[in-house]
């Protein structure tokens, strides 16, 4: 069974750095694309971008380009989403999930639906 | 503000059906497969429904989506408590070049 299982809850203050992990086991790590989605209080689910574990290749939603850094440890089919400063506003529930490469014609791309998920990680950043 | 809407809510019996709208427009839904998803507090997201009307393997047929234009519709028949939660629906927005959600559905089982 393919499952993702992911760090535990943090608190931080702002201005703290920050990584927190999502394992995945009962497939090969290499296989799917990981996408990472956040969840902020009360409101709905926000992409944001996501890891090729295969290479480490990454794409990132402009709104979080330049704040966060996805990478990945094949060695330990861990992937990671990490923050150098936090702020109050990345109070948030975090999601890793998988998506299915395919390929056809000669270039492969990725599947935009997320199967499965991990539980989720809620980080709290408060001073 | 989500590029997707969705209503906020919606409630029917046990036993009933309901259906749940997810509205975007020709750069997203109208170009791109939809998928749906459902959330419940303290539990991994699980995903109900992709390329617009298909079922993963384990999601009861009692899961249904369908699409047209650049509308997408989740049904759920045999309504049970246990349905109670949020959903959310998704795809890929050309325009964007990001995963676009709706901002989610509280299904109430009344």
């Known amino acids: 069974e393919v499952q993702l299982v992911q760090s535990g809850a943090e608190v931080k203050k702002p201005g703290e750095s920050l990584r927190i992990s999502c394992k995945g086991s009962?497939?090969?790590?290499?296989?799917?694309?990981i996408t990472w989605v956040r969840q902020m209080p009360g409101k709905g689910l926000e992409w944001m971008g996501r890891?090729?574990?295969?290479?480490?290749?990454?794409t990132y939603s402009p709104s979080f380009q330049g704040h966060v850094t996805f990478s990945a440890d094949e060695s330990i089919s861990t992937a990671y989403l990490q923050w150098s400063s936090l702020k109050a506003s990345d109070t948030a529930m975090y999601y890793c999930?998988?998506?299915?490469?395919?390929?056809?014609?000669?270039?492969?791309?990725?599947?935009?639906?997320?199967?499965?998920w991990g539980q989720g990680t809620l980080v709290t950043v408060s001073s | 503000q989500s590029v997707l809407t969705q209503p906020p809510s919606v409630s029917a019996a046990p036993g009933q059906k309901v259906t749940i709208s997810c509205s975007g427009g020709s750069p997203n839904i109208g170009r791109n497969y939809v998928s749906w998803y459902r959330l419940l507090p303290g539990t991994a997201p699980k995903l109900l429904i992709y390329d617009d009307d298909k079922r993963p393997s384990g999601i009861p047929d009692r899961f249904s989506g369908s699409k047209s234009g650049t509308s997408a519709t989740l049904g759920i028949t045999g309504l049970q408590t246990g349905d109670e939660a949020e959903y959310y629906c998704g795809t890929w927005d050309t325009r964007l070049s990001v995963v676009v959600f709706g901002g989610g559905t509280k299904l109430t089982v009344l």
């Open positions: 999930a998988t998506s299915q490469r395919y390929c056809s014609g000669g270039s492969c791309s990725v599947y935009n639906w997320f199967d499965p």
């Open positions: 890891i090729d574990p295969s290479d480490s290749y990454t």
């Open positions: 009962g497939y090969t790590f290499t296989s799917y694309w």
